[in-house]
């Protein structure tokens, strides 16, 4: 089995009444979901990256770039 690093960027979005911009990022970060009822709603996802870190090593359990297990079998 391998092992992937996936990054997800999803966009959300609605409208927020507020006194200033500052106030309403600051609502924005509390303020969105996944019910009808929240301000800000899910919208879409912009995009998925994946990038592939090569067969999961036995030992460790990281990917292969990552594994430092056969670098320390060679300085034994």
Do not use: H, R
């Amino acid at each position: 089995m391998n092992k992937y690093y996936v990054k997800m960027k999803i966009d959300f979005c609605g409208y927020i009444e507020a006194e200033s911009e500052k106030e309403a990022e600051d609502k924005a970060w509390t303020s969105w979901g996944d019910t009808s009822d929240s301000e800000i709603q899910y919208d879409g996802v912009y995009s998925i990256d994946v990038d592939d870190k090569g067969e999961i090593c036995e030992e460790c359990e990281e990917g292969s770039e990552e594994c430092t297990c056969e670098d320390e079998e060679d300085s034994e």
